[in-house]
C-alpha cells in the first residue's frame, strides 16, 4: 500500500456539545500540525489533593476534537483506503464526514481505521477526532493526536500493512537464514496470481539476497507467502554495532512494502543470562515515560532518536518503555543506535490505579491491544523482551496469574521468537495483608509512600515467605521475572527456582552501587532499569530534595503546585545530565575520570529527608555568589582508591573512596575546584569546576545546522548564560526571549525547572541553573533564523538550513 504523512491540515480545539453550540457557546477550531498535545494547551490547576492533581502535573483533563478535511480523487473508487493513527490519547473515537468510522479507547495503540466506504469521491471528506482524558493515569498523559498519522492506499490485490515479518532462525559466520513472510490480501472477486519478488539489501544498498516466487490468492482469503533466503557472511545486529538490513516484497506492477530488520539471535538461560549473538549482554536499563519535556507528548521522529542518543552516550544500552508500548520512531531509533528494548503493555489489567484508567476497556480490548504492540516490533532488532504489565495489583493473586499467563500465552503465539517479562512489584502481593504494609512513620500510606519513606523496607517485605507464596505462579508463566524494588530476591530465588531468571525491571538510583554488582555476580540476573533515565512530566517531585522540617519530619511522595516535573532522571527534560548520570557512568565502568558534583550551600546542614528515588542536592558548579566563606559539600565520584581535593590549588584533603564516592566538608572560596583521583598511588584523572566570573554571555548553539523538512525532524536549540570563557553561570538565572522566523515555527520552549508556572508554549522563559532549551519545527525548505535576548546581555542568532527529505 502507498503510505503518505496526514500530518498536515488539521484543526483542533476543546470540545463542546453540539446543544450548547446550537445556544451558541462556539469554540472556535484552531490550525495545528500533528504530532499535538492538546494536554499541553492547558492552564494548569492548583489541587488540593497533591497525589491526583500531582500525577498529571496538574494539568486539568478535558475532550478535544480534531478535524481535517482532504479530497478523495476519483481514481481512488474501488481501492482499499486506511487511516493509520500511531497514538491518539485516549478514548479516540474517528468519524469520516460525520458518520463513525472507528475507535481506540487504549491511549498507546497504533490503529486502523477503514474509511473507503465512507467516502465522497471527487469531493472533500472530513475526518474527525473525538478524544478525552480524565483522571486515567498515574503521570502526565497528555492528549490528542499526539504521534504520527499516515493515509494508506491500496489496490484490491496488495500487501497489507504489517504484511511483512522477518525472522533470522538460523545465524552462523558463513551465512543466516532470513525467513520473509508475506501477507497477500486480495478484495477482488476473482482468483489472482502474480510474481512476488523478495529482495534483500544491506546498509550501502547493495543486493545480497532475492527469491522470485507466484502466489496465488483466493478472493477475500489472505495469503502468506514464506520464503527462505540465505544471506551470506552477515553482518549482525548488536548494541555495539546495530547493523541493519532492509527487506523489499513487491508483487510486480502492483505493490510493494519494506521491512527494516537486523540479523541476530537471541538465548536466554540461567547460567549465561541473555544472549546476543552468542554473547553475554547485561541490561545497563533506563525505565522512560513518554513524554519530550518542552514538547508535552507529542512524538516527533527527531526528539525520539535525540532522547536514545543522549541515554546511550550517559552508558544505557536498553529502555524499558514505561508503561505502555513505545513509539515507531523510538523503535527505529532504538535500531539505529544499537539501544535494546523492553516493550511493555499495560500499567494496570482488571484492577484499576485511576478511576477511569484503562482498566475500564481492558477485558474487552487487551487482545487487540497486544495484537498491535506485536505487530509493531515484529520487525525491530532493537527488542527483546515483551512486558505484559507493570506492577500490576493482581499478580498476587490465583486469578491475577492466570490473568498473566492468557496475556503471556497470547504474546508467543504472535511472536515466539522474543522473551516475555512482568514488571512485579511484590508489595502488591501483600496490599491485601495491610499489616504488613504499615509504614514506621505513619498509618494509611499507599504503595508510593511506603517505598519513599527510607523507614520502611522494601527488601524485606519483598523476602517473606506471603511474597514467595502469592508470586510463584505469576512468575512461572514468564520467561523472565521481572521484579521492582525486590533486589533481596536475586540470590534467593537461585536457590529457591534454579530455573529462574530475574530482570531487576525497576529501581532506586540511590542503589545503584550494590543493584549493578548484583547484576555482574550472578548470571541468572541479566539487568538493572533505574527509575529513572529521563525526567518526565507528572508524578511532581518524587525526586525532589527534601529537607526535615516540624511539619514534614518524613518524605512526601507528591509535592504541592506549581511543581511540574518528577525530578528523578539521569538526564533532566532539556537532555542535560545530571551528577547521577556520570555516577552510574562510573559504576558501569565506562568512565574512568573522577566527577565533582557540589552541595548547594544554602541547604547545608538541613536533615535530609529525601525519597529513594532522590539524588543528592548537588549541581556541577563552582559558582555560589552570597555564601563566600560559608561552609560547602563538595561530592567526588570516582572508582579509585582515593581522592584529593584542591581549591585554588591548596588541598583540602585526601578522602579514601567507597561505593564508588566520597565527600570533602570545606569552604566556598570563588576560583577553581580540582578533584584528583589515585590508583594504588598514581593519579588515574582529575575534573575541575571553575567560578564563573565577569559579564553573564547569553550562548545559543543548534544541534544540527542542517535539518530537513520532513515531518518529524526539528532542531534543538541549547541557550546558556556562561562568563566569557564559557564556564555556565548556575547563579545568574533570568527571563530569555527568543523570536524565531523564516521557514521555520517554536514549538516547544523550557528548562529543567522542576516547580514553575511558566508555559512550554511561551516565548519567553528563565534559564534554569544557566541553562534553557527551544525546539524548532521546520515548515518547508530554506533558512530558519532564531534570534535569543537576555537582560545586561547582547542577542545572539543562529541559522539552521532546511533542506528537502531525501526521497
Given at each position: 500500500?502507498?503510505?503518505?504523512s496526514?500530518?498536515d491540515g488539521?484543526q483542533?480545539?476543546?470540545?463542546v456539545?453540539?446543544?450548547?453550540?446550537?445556544?451558541?457557546?462556539?469554540?472556535p477550531?484552531?490550525?495545528?500540525?500533528?504530532?499535538?498535545d492538546?494536554m499541553l494547551?492547558?492552564?494548569?490547576?492548583?489541587?488540593?489533593d497533591t497525589?491526583?492533581?500531582?500525577?498529571?502535573?496538574?494539568?486539568?483533563?478535558?475532550?478535544?476534537?480534531?478535524r481535517?478535511?482532504?479530497?478523495?480523487p476519483?481514481?481512488?473508487?474501488?481501492?482499499?483506503?486506511?487511516?493509520?493513527f500511531e497514538g491518539?490519547?485516549?478514548d479516540?473515537?474517528v468519524f469520516v464526514?460525520?458518520?463513525?468510522a472507528?475507535?481506540r479507547?487504549?491511549?498507546?495503540?497504533?490503529f486502523?481505521?477503514?474509511?473507503g466506504?465512507?467516502?465522497?469521491?471527487?469531493q472533500d471528506?472530513?475526518?474527525?477526532?473525538?478524544?478525552?482524558?480524565?483522571?486515567?493515569?498515574?503521570?502526565?498523559?497528555?492528549?490528542?493526536?499526539?504521534?504520527d498519522?499516515?493515509?494508506?492506499?491500496?489496490?484490491?490485490?496488495?500487501?497489507?500493512?504489517?504484511g511483512?515479518r522477518?525472522?533470522?532462525?538460523d545465524?552462523?559466520?558463513?551465512?543466516?537464514?532470513?525467513?520473509?513472510?508475506?501477507?497477500?490480501e486480495?478484495d477482488?472477486l476473482?482468483?489472482?496470481?502474480?510474481?512476488l519478488?523478495?529482495e534483500?539489501?544491506?546498509?550501502?544498498g547493495?543486493?545480497?539476497?532475492?527469491?522470485?516466487?507466484?502466489i496465488?490468492?483466493?478472493p477475500?482469503?489472505?495469503a502468506?507467502?514464506?520464503?527462505?533466503?540465505?544471506v551470506?557472511?552477515?553482518?549482525v545486529w548488536g548494541?555495539?554495532?546495530?547493523?541493519l538490513?532492509?527487506?523489499?516484497?513487491?508483487?510486480?506492477?502492483?505493490?510493494?512494502?519494506e521491512?527494516?530488520?537486523?540479523i541476530?539471535?537471541?538465548?536466554l538461560?540461567?547460567?549465561?543470562?541473555l544472549?546476543?549473538?552468542?554473547?553475554t549482554?547485561?541490561?545497563?536499563?533506563?525505565?522512560?515515560?513518554?513524554?519530550?519535556?518542552?514538547?508535552?507528548?507529542?512524538?516527533?521522529?527527531?526528539?525520539?532518536?535525540?532522547r536514545v542518543?543522549?541515554?546511550?552516550e550517559?552508558?544505557?544500552?536498553?529502555?524499558?518503555?514505561?508503561?505502555?508500548?513505545?513509539?515507531?520512531?523510538?523503535?527505529d531509533?532504538?535500531?539505529?543506535l544499537?539501544?535494546?528494548?523492553?516493550?511493555?503493555?499495560?500499567?494496570?489489567?482488571?484492577?484499576?490505579k485511576?478511576?477511569?484508567?484503562?482498566?475500564l476497556s481492558?477485558p474487552?480490548?487487551?487482545?487487540?491491544?497486544?495484537?498491535?504492540?506485536v505487530?509493531?516490533?515484529?520487525?525491530?532488532?532493537?527488542?527483546v523482551?515483551?512486558?505484559?504489565?507493570?506492577?500490576?495489583p493482581?499478580?498476587?493473586?490465583?486469578?491475577?496469574?492466570?490473568?498473566g499467563?492468557?496475556l503471556?500465552?497470547?504474546v508467543?503465539?504472535?511472536?515466539?521468537t522474543?522473551?516475555?517479562?512482568?514488571?512485579?512489584n511484590?508489595?502488591?502481593?501483600l496490599m491485601?495483608?495491610?499489616?504488613?504494609?504499615q509504614?514506621p512513620?505513619?498509618?494509611?500510606?499507599?504503595l508510593?509512600?511506603?517505598?519513599?519513606?527510607?523507614?520502611?523496607?522494601?527488601?524485606?517485605?519483598?523476602?517473606s515467605?506471603?511474597?514467595?507464596?502469592?508470586?510463584?505462579?505469576?512468575y512461572?508463566?514468564?520467561?523472565?521475572?521481572?521484579?521492582n524494588?525486590?533486589?533481596?530476591?536475586?540470590?534467593?530465588?537461585?536457590?529457591?527456582f534454579?530455573n529462574?531468571?530475574?530482570?531487576?525491571?525497576e529501581?532506586?538510583?540511590?542503589?545503584?552501587d550494590?543493584?549493578w554488582?548484583?547484576?555482574?555476580?550472578h548470571?541468572?540476573v541479566?539487568?538493572?532499569?533505574?527509575?529513572?533515565?529521563?525526567?518526565?512530566?507528572?508524578?511532581?517531585?518524587?525526586?525532589?530534595?527534601q529537607?526535615?522540617t516540624?511539619?514534614?519530619?518524613?518524605?512526601?511522595?507528591s509535592?504541592?503546585?506549581?511543581y511540574?516535573?518528577?525530578?528523578?532522571?539521569?538526564?533532566?527534560?532539556?537532555?542535560?545530565r545530571?551528577?547521577?548520570?556520570?555516577?552510574?557512568?562510573?559504576?558501569?565502568?565506562l568512565?574512568?575520570?573522577?566527577?565533582?558534583?557540589?552541595?548547594l550551600?544554602?541547604?547545608?546542614?538541613?536533615?535530609?529527608v529525601s525519597s529513594?528515588?532522590?539524588?543528592?542536592?548537588?549541581i556541577?558548579?563552582?559558582?555560589?555568589p552570597?555564601?563566600e566563606?560559608g561552609?560547602?559539600?563538595?561530592?567526588?565520584?570516582?572508582d579509585?582508591?582515593e581522592?584529593?581535593?584542591?581549591v585554588?590549588?591548596?588541598?583540602?584533603?585526601?578522602?579514601?573512596?567507597?561505593a564508588?564516592?566520597?565527600?570533602?566538608?570545606t569552604v566556598?572560596?570563588?576560583?577553581?575546584?580540582?578533584?584528583?583521583?589515585?590508583?594504588d598511588?598514581?593519579?588515574?584523572?582529575?575534573?575541575?569546576?571553575?567560578?564563573?566570573?565577569?559579564?553573564?554571555?547569553?550562548?545559543?548553539e543548534?544541534?544540527?545546522?542542517?535539518?530537513?523538512a520532513?515531518?518529524g525532524?526539528?532542531?534543538?536549540?541549547?541557550l546558556?548564560?556562561?562568563d566569557?570563557?564559557?564556564?555556565?553561570?548556575?547563579?545568574?538565572?533570568?527571563p530569555v526571549?527568543?523570536?524565531?522566523?523564516?521557514?521555520g515555527?517554536?514549538?516547544?520552549?523550557?528548562s529543567?525547572?522542576?516547580?514553575?508556572?511558566?508555559?512550554?508554549d511561551?516565548?519567553?522563559?528563565?534559564?534554569?541553573?544557566g541553562?534553557?532549551?527551544?525546539?524548532?519545527r521546520?515548515?518547508?525548505?530554506g533558512?530558519?533564523?532564531?534570534?535569543?535576548?537576555?537582560?545586561d546581555?547582547?542577542?545572539v542568532e543562529?541559522?539552521i538550513?532546511?533542506?528537502?527529505?531525501?526521497?
Open positions: 500500500m502507498i503510505r503518505t496526514f500530518n488539521w483542533f480545539r476543546s470540545q456539545s453540539p446543544f450548547a453550540e446550537l445556544a451558541s457557546q462556539l469554540v477550531f484552531e490550525p495545528v500540525t500533528v504530532p499535538h492538546a494547551t492547558r492552564d494548569r490547576v492548583a489541587a488540593a497525589r491526583e492533581g500531582g500525577a498529571s502535573a496538574y494539568f486539568p483533563g478535558g475532550v478535544y476534537e480534531y481535517k478535511t482532504f479530497s478523495a476519483e481514481e481512488y473508487r474501488g481501492k482499499r483506503i486506511v487511516l493509520e491518539v490519547y485516549r479516540a473515537v464526514n460525520g458518520d463513525y472507528g475507535q479507547p487504549y491511549g498507546y495503540s497504533r486502523f481505521v477503514d474509511v466506504r465512507l467516502l465522497r469521491f471527487g471528506n472530513e475526518i474527525r477526532v473525538e478524544c478525552r482524558t480524565h483522571r486515567d493515569s498515574r503521570w502526565y498523559t497528555g492528549a490528542g493526536i499526539y504521534r498519522t499516515w493515509l494508506l492506499v491500496g489496490d484490491p490485490v496488495r500487501i497489507g500493512p504489517d511483512v522477518v525472522t533470522t532462525p545465524i552462523d559466520a558463513e551465512r543466516a537464514v532470513v525467513e520473509v513472510a508475506t501477507t497477500v486480495n477482488s476473482e482468483l489472482r496470481t502474480h510474481q519478488v523478495t534483500i539489501r544491506d546498509a550501502a547493495t543486493l545480497v539476497a532475492s527469491d522470485t516466487a507466484p496465488t490468492v483466493q477475500g482469503e489472505p502468506t507467502a514464506r520464503r527462505r533466503l540465505y551470506r557472511e552477515p553482518s548494541p555495539d554495532s546495530p547493523a538490513y532492509t527487506c523489499t516484497v513487491s508483487i510486480t506492477d502492483i505493490d510493494a512494502a521491512a527494516t530488520f537486523g541476530r539471535s537471541l538465548r538461560d540461567p547460567e549465561h543470562g544472549r546476543i549473538n552468542g554473547e549482554v547485561k541490561l545497563r536499563g533506563a525505565c522512560v515515560h513518554h513524554d519530550n519535556g518542552p514538547l508535552g507528548a507529542a512524538t516527533f521522529a527527531r526528539a525520539e532518536e535525540r542518543r543522549l541515554l546511550k550517559a552508558g544505557f544500552n536498553a529502555i524499558r518503555m514505561s508503561h505502555h508500548p513505545m513509539s515507531t520512531a523510538m523503535l531509533a532504538c535500531d539505529r544499537g539501544m535494546l528494548v523492553v516493550d511493555e503493555a499495560f500499567d494496570m489489567w482488571a484492577s484499576g485511576s478511576p477511569f484508567d484503562f482498566h481492558f474487552e480490548w487487551w487482545e487487540r491491544d497486544i495484537e498491535a504492540m505487530a509493531k516490533d515484529f520487525n525491530h532488532p532493537s527488542v523482551l515483551y512486558s505484559i504489565g507493570n506492577e500490576i493482581e499478580a498476587g493473586s490465583a486469578a491475577g496469574a492466570s490473568w499467563r492468557k503471556a500465552e497470547k508467543r503465539a504472535l511472536d515466539g522474543r522473551f516475555v517479562t512482568n514488571a512485579i511484590n508489595l502488591l502481593a491485601s495483608d495491610r499489616a504488613a504494609l509504614s512513620n505513619g498509618e494509611g500510606a499507599g508510593n509512600t511506603l517505598m519513599a519513606d527510607s523507614g520502611f523496607d522494601v527488601n524485606a517485605v519483598a523476602t515467605e506471603l511474597v514467595t507464596t502469592r508470586t510463584a505462579e505469576s512461572s508463566v514468564l520467561d523472565v521475572a521481572g521484579m524494588y525486590s533486589e533481596s530476591r536475586y540470590e534467593m530465588d537461585h536457590a529457591l534454579p529462574r531468571v530475574i530482570l531487576g525491571a529501581t532506586f538510583p540511590t542503589r545503584i550494590e543493584l554488582q548484583l547484576v555482574e555476580r548470571g541468572h541479566i539487568g538493572d532499569f533505574t527509575w529513572t533515565g529521563w525526567d518526565y512530566l507528572g508524578e511532581v517531585g518524587i525526586g525532589r530534595p529537607y526535615s516540624p511539619d514534614t519530619p518524613h518524605p512526601t511522595f509535592a504541592p503546585y506549581p511540574l516535573l518528577a525530578g528523578c532522571g539521569d538526564l533532566d527534560i532539556t537532555g542535560h545530571r551528577p547521577v548520570s556520570y555516577y552510574r557512568e562510573i559504576v558501569f565502568g568512565r574512568t575520570r573522577p566527577y565533582l558534583a557540589v552541595g550551600p544554602q541547604h547545608h546542614g538541613k536533615t535530609v529513594r528515588w532522590a539524588w543528592s542536592d548537588t556541577a558548579g563552582w559558582t555560589w552570597g555564601h566563606a561552609p560547602i559539600t563538595v561530592e567526588v565520584y570516582s579509585a582508591d581522592v584529593e581535593l584542591l585554588n590549588g591548596r588541598s583540602v584533603g585526601r578522602n579514601p573512596v567507597g564508588f564516592r566520597t565527600a570533602f566538608e566556598y572560596e570563588p576560583g577553581e575546584l580540582v578533584a584528583v583521583a589515585y590508583r598511588g598514581v593519579e588515574s584523572g582529575r575534573d575541575t569546576l571553575r567560578t564563573a566570573t565577569g559579564p553573564v554571555v547569553l550562548r545559543a543548534a544541534d544540527r545546522d542542517v535539518i530537513t520532513d515531518t525532524d526539528l532542531a534543538y536549540v541549547t546558556t548564560l556562561a566569557p570563557a564559557g564556564t555556565v553561570h548556575t547563579a545568574a538565572d533570568r526571549r527568543v523570536d524565531v522566523s523564516g521557514d515555527t517554536l514549538i516547544g520552549f523550557g529543567a525547572d522542576p516547580s514553575t508556572e511558566e508555559r512550554f511561551a516565548t519567553e522563559r528563565h534559564t534554569y541553573q541553562r534553557a532549551l527551544a525546539v524548532v521546520p515548515t518547508g525548505p533558512k530558519i533564523r532564531l534570534v535569543a535576548t537576555a537582560r546581555s547582547d542577542p543562529v541559522m538550513t532546511v533542506e528537502e527529505p531525501a526521497r
